[in-house]
C-alpha cells in the first residue's frame, strides 16, 4: 500500500485519497459529503495529516459523549 502521508503524497492524489475514502464527493446523497470534505480539507491542503484530524474528531466526540453522560448522571442522583 502507497503512503497517504503529506510528504508522500501530491495534492491531487490527497483530493482522490478523500474522494475514495467518503465516496460520493459530490454532496448529492444526503447532504453530509461537503462537511466531511470541509473536515479534510487541511489535509487536500498538505497541513494536516489525516491522523490528526482524525483523532481531533474523536477528541471531540468522545468529550461530548462523556459530557452527555455526566449530565445524565447528575439528574438522577436529584
Not at 502521508?5 to 448529492?28: F, H, K, M, P
Request: hydrophobic letters at 35%.
Amino acid at each position: 500500500m502507497k503512503s497517504i502521508l503529506i510528504a508522500d503524497t501530491t495534492r491531487e492524489e490527497r483530493e482522490q485519497i478523500v474522494a475514495a475514502s467518503i465516496g460520493n464527493i459530490d454532496g448529492l446523497c444526503d447532504g453530509c459529503s461537503p462537511g466531511l470534505i470541509k473536515m479534510y480539507q487541511e489535509y487536500i491542503d498538505g497541513r494536516k495529516e489525516l491522523r490528526e484530524i482524525n483523532m481531533a474528531f474523536n477528541a471531540r466526540y468522545t468529550r461530548a459523549a462523556a459530557e452527555e453522560d455526566r449530565g445524565s448522571c447528575a439528574r438522577s442522583e436529584e
